[in-house]
């Protein structure tokens, strides 16, 4: 049994709690493209037997026109609903904005690999300019990050162990996010 303050304040997932399945998603993208289809036929349908219509003066043609036009309307507004819960996936826009996504979409498992692209340094720099952002970092603001985590290692390992294990004793790189989403980097001295 789940604690009520837990419940209770329990935030909806991301995209209105719609599952991404990669069957519901192919069904979707089938709606959509079927609906956008229809739409376009029933709106040409309109404007040719409309056009027949008012050349003859056929009422008969009207009243077919005006099938045609609301059949389209009717896509078209299937054509947004579709859109709706099919969503958009998460992503940075051009100037680091984030977007979080919206219906099945924003549910959709992603890959973490290449999200940040990272750019290296020279070591003996003490800061450098980020053309993209345009700011200006200092390298004393910048995280520390090993290439391994002493635990995962034997503790009584040799430094020719260690040397084996991860090529780079003691060794890492000074890490800064910037918040336009690009990395930079630079190795120890």
Same mark, same amino acid.
């Given at each position: 049994?789940?604690?009520?303050?837990?419940?209770?304040?329990?935030?909806?997932?991301?995209?209105?709690?719609?599952?991404?399945?990669?069957?519901?998603?192919?069904?979707?993208?089938?709606?959509?493209?079927?609906?956008?289809?229809?739409?376009?036929?029933?709106?040409?349908?309109?404007?040719?037997?409309?056009?027949?219509?008012?050349?003859?003066?056929?009422?008969?043609?009207?009243?077919?026109?005006?099938?045609?036009?609301?059949?389209?309307?009717?896509?078209?507004?299937?054509?947004?609903?579709?859109?709706?819960?099919?969503?958009?996936?998460?992503?940075?826009?051009?100037?680091?904005? @984030?977007?979080?996504?919206? $219906?099945?979409?924003?549910?959709?498992?992603?890959?973490?690999?290449? =999200?940040? *692209? &990272?750019? !290296?340094?020279?070591?003996?720099?003490?800061?450098?300019?980020?053309?993209?952002?345009?700011?200006?970092?200092?390298?004393?603001?910048?995280?520390?990050?090993?290439?391994?985590?002493?635990?995962?290692?034997?503790?009584?390992?040799?430094?020719?162990?260690?040397?084996? @294990?991860?090529?780079?004793? $003691?060794?890492?790189?000074?890490?800064?996010?910037?918040?336009?989403? =690009?990395? *930079? &980097?630079? !190795?120890?001295?």
């Amino acid at each position: 049994m789940k604690h009520p303050a837990i419940e209770q304040h329990a935030e909806p997932a991301a995209g209105g709690g719609i599952p991404w399945s990669a069957e519901a998603e192919c069904a979707l993208r089938g709606n959509i493209r079927r609906a956008w289809i229809e739409m376009w036929v029933g709106l040409l349908s309109f404007v040719f037997f409309a056009g027949m219509a008012f050349f003859l003066r056929n009422s008969w043609l009207w009243l077919l026109a005006v099938a045609f036009i609301s059949y389209g309307v009717v896509c078209l507004y299937h054509l947004g609903l579709f859109r709706e819960e099919l969503g958009e996936e998460m992503r940075r826009g051009p100037r680091g904005e @984030f977007f979080e996504g919206s $219906g099945m979409l924003a549910n959709k498992p992603r890959s973490t690999r290449n =999200l940040t *692209h &990272f750019l !290296l340094h020279p070591p003996s720099e003490e800061s450098f300019y980020c053309p993209k952002c345009e700011r200006v970092h200092a390298w004393f603001n910048a995280e520390w990050l090993p290439n391994y985590k002493r635990e995962d290692l034997v503790n009584d390992a040799t430094e020719e162990e260690i040397r084996s @294990f991860c090529g780079d004793p $003691g060794g890492g790189r000074y890490v800064i996010l910037c918040p336009c989403g =690009l990395g *930079h &980097f630079k !190795l120890k001295q």
